[in-house]
C-alpha cells in the first residue's frame, strides 16, 4: 500500500492529511496553541465532589469544570497523589522514581469521597476534549506516549501490544524492555517496536524520561489551574502514530516545518529522511487533489463510484447512515446478491468514512435489507475486517431483524465538521446577490480598518476567481491589490483556497491571528 502524509501550512493553520493509496483516510487540523488536548497533562483544583455518580468536578481552565471519574483514578492514584504534594512542596527533589516508595494501590471498588475532597491539587491528563456543551474528560492514570513505548509512572509493569503476535518477539521485548526501565515506571510496547533493535527503544525512552523530568519541573513552579505538559504538536503526533515502514512520501509547503520534520526523522527514523518532499505552492491541498476529496467525503450525500450513495446524519445522541444503491452500475439480476454487493461495498466507505470524519458514540447503519442469514454474517465480518485497522475502540453488534448495524465508536474529540454546500455570505440564502463592485469595496474597507489599527503586515485569504480580479492589470504596472498596498503602507499577502466560498474572505495579522471585522 503506497501510503502519502499531506501537510499543508497556509495562515489559519496546519492541516494533515493522510492518504492510502491517494484516498484520503485521515485529516487533522492543527489551530496554533491548541489547549485541552488529548494527553496535555494539567495541575486542576477540585471544585465539588459529586458522590451519587461517584466523580467529581475539576477546575482544569477550561470554561466549563472537566469531569474525573472514580474508575479514571488510576489504580496508583495515592502514589501519584503523593508526588504531586511532595512536589510542589519543593521536598521531592527530582523526577526519577528510584528511590520513591509507593503506595499500595487505591480499591476498584471504592468511593471517590475518600480519595479526594473539595479543593484539593491534583495532576490530571486530559482523556477526551470538550464535545459540545461539556469540558473535557479527565484521568489521573498518566501517561506518555512515544514513538515505540508509552510510559507509566508509579508501575511496574510491561504491557505489550496484542498486534504483536510472535510469542518469540514478545518474549524478546519484553525481556529488553525488563533491562532497561527505571524502578518504578512501567512500559507499554507499541506495536511499532516489533523488531527495533534496543538502542531505538532505550532512545525513545530517554526521551520519555526527559518530558517526564519537564513535567516535574513545570509542577514545581504550578499553581492551579496549569497546563504542566502539552502533548506533542498535530505534526509531530501524526509523526509519531502512523510513521510505518511502507511510508512513502511526506509532502510539505512550509520551510519552517519542513526543517522541524526533517530532524523529528532524524531523531526517530533517519533512514526515512529522504521521503519528505518540500513544495513551493501556497496551498498543497489545492494542488494535490486533496480538498476535492474532503468535499466528496463530508457532505450529507456521499457517494461511491458505481453509483451507489450513503446519507450521513448527525443527532446530539448518535449518528445515522443509510445505505442506498442509487443507479449502481454492475449490478445482478438477483436482488439477494445486488443487496449483497451494495452493502459490501459501503461498509468499506463506512469504515473510512467513521475514521475521516472521527465519528464517535453511537452510530446506527441501515443496510439494505438481505433474507440471508449467511449474507448478513459475510457483511459484519466485512465491515468488522474494514475497522480492523481503526485506532478508536468500538464495537460492532450483527445486523438487527430490520438490517440495522449499531456500531459504538470511542470519542474524544469533536466530529470534525466541514461545510460542504455553500450559502452566498452576501445574501445570506435569500437569493438576491451583492454587487461585485460593492464586494470589493467591502475588502477595501476591511484592510483600511487593519491599517488604522496598526497593523503592518496582513494575509487577506479569498476565493481563486476574486483573487484573479484584484490581481488583474488595471494599467501599467497597476492592479487593486498593489494599489491597496500603496495606498495604506502596508505589506498584503494575498493567498486563495477552494475552501472559500466565492464573496468570502479572511483577513490575518502577521501572526496568524485571524482579524474579527
Given at each position: ?42 495541575l ?31 489504580p ?5 497523589n ?7 512542596r ?44 461539556k ?14 513505548i ?5 508501575s ?96 510539505v ?41 474532503i ?59 467513521l ?44 445486523p438487527?431483524?430490520?438490517g ?43 484592510i ?30 497597476k ?16 493567498e ?13 495579522d ?8
Amino acid at each position: 500500500m503506497n501510503i502519502e502524509l499531506i501537510i499543508n501550512s497556509t495562515s489559519r493553520g496546519v492541516a494533515l492529511a493522510l492518504l492510502h493509496d491517494k484516498k484520503l483516510v485521515e485529516l487533522h487540523y492543527e489551530h496554533g496553541n491548541q489547549q485541552f488536548a488529548v494527553g496535555d497533562i494539567y495541575l486542576g483544583k477540585v471544585r465539588k465532589v459529586i458522590p451519587s455518580l461517584n466523580a467529581a468536578f475539576v477546575d482544569v481552565g477550561y470554561e466549563k469544570d472537566a469531569f474525573l471519574h472514580y474508575l479514571d483514578l488510576g489504580p496508583q492514584f495515592s502514589s501519584l497523589n503523593l508526588f504531586t504534594k511532595r512536589t510542589m512542596r519543593k521536598s521531592q527533589k527530582a523526577s526519577e522514581l528510584g528511590t520513591f516508595k509507593t503506595l499500595p494501590d487505591i480499591n476498584k471498588a471504592g468511593k471517590i469521597k475518600d480519595v479526594i475532597s473539595s479543593s484539593q491539587q491534583i495532576l490530571v491528563q486530559v482523556a477526551k476534549e470538550p464535545i459540545s456543551q461539556k469540558g473535557p474528560r479527565l484521568t489521573s492514570e498518566v501517561t506518555i506516549p512515544g514513538r515505540y513505548i508509552v510510559l507509566v509512572p508509579f508501575s511496574n509493569k510491561i504491557s505489550m501490544s496484542q498486534r504483536i503476535t510472535s510469542e518469540e518477539e514478545r518474549a524478546r521485548l519484553k525481556r529488553l524492555m525488563q533491562s532497561i526501565r527505571p524502578k518504578n515506571f512501567g512500559i507499554i510496547v507499541r506495536t511499532v517496536a516489533e523488531n527495533k533493535k534496543v538502542a531505538e527503544l532505550d532512545a525513545d525512552l530517554r526521551d520519555l524520561l526527559e518530558r517526564w523530568d519537564k513535567m516535574f519541573s513545570n509542577l514545581a513552579n504550578a499553581t492551579p489551574p496549569k497546563r504542566v505538559l502539552g502533548e506533542l504538536n498535530k505534526t509531530s503526533t501524526v509523526l509519531r502514530d502512523v510513521l510505518a515502514p511502507n511510508f512513502s512520501a511526506i509532502h510539505v509547503n512550509d520551510e519552517a516545518l519542513e526543517v522541524e520534520i526533517r530532524n523529528y526523522l532524524k531523531n526517530i527514523a533517519p533512514e526515512k529522511e529522504s521521503i519528505l518532499k518540500m513544495h513551493k505552492t501556497k496551498d498543497l491541498f489545492d494542488t494535490m487533489a486533496v480538498h476535492r476529496q474532503i468535499k466528496a467525503a463530508f457532505g450529507k450525500q456521499v457517494n461511491l463510484k458505481s453509483g451507489a450513495y450513503l446519507i450521513v446524519e448527525q443527532t446530539e445522541a448518535m449518528h445515522v447512515i443509510d445505505v442506498n444503491s442509487g443507479n449502481r452500475k454492475g449490478g445482478v439480476k438477483d436482488q439477494e446478491e445486488n443487496a449483497l454487493q451494495t452493502n459490501l461495498e459501503c461498509a468499506t466507505e463506512i469504515a473510512r468514512i467513521l475514521k475521516l470524519r472521527d465519528m464517535g458514540g453511537i452510530i446506527c447503519v441501515d443496510f439494505i435489507d438481505m433474507q440471508n442469514k449467511s449474507n448478513q454474517k459475510k457483511l459484519h465480518d466485512a465491515l468488522k475486517e474494514a475497522m480492523d485497522d481503526d485506532k478508536a475502540k468500538h464495537n460492532i453488534l450483527a445486523p438487527s431483524r430490520f438490517g440495522v448495524v449499531e456500531i459504538t465508536r470511542q470519542r474524544v474529540r469533536p466530529v470534525a465538521d466541514i461545510k460542504t454546500s455553500e450559502k452566498c455570505p452576501s445574501c445570506d440564502g435569500k437569493g438576491v446577490v451583492q454587487a461585485p463592485v460593492l464586494f470589493t469595496d467591502e475588502i477595501k474597507n476591511a484592510i483600511n480598518y487593519t491599517a488604522q489599527q496598526g497593523n503592518k503586515e496582513v494575509t487577506l485569504i479569498v476565493h481563486p476567481m476574486v483573487e484573479a480580479y484584484l490581481t488583474k492589470p488595471t494599467g501599467f504596472l497597476k492592479s487593486r491589490i498593489k494599489d491597496w498596498r500603496k495606498k495604506f503602507g502596508m505589506k498584503i499577502n494575498l493567498e486563495t483556497t477552494s475552501e472559500s466560498e466565492f464573496l468570502e474572505f479572511h483577513v490575518y495579522d502577521a501572526t496568524g491571528q485571524e482579524i474579527v471585522l
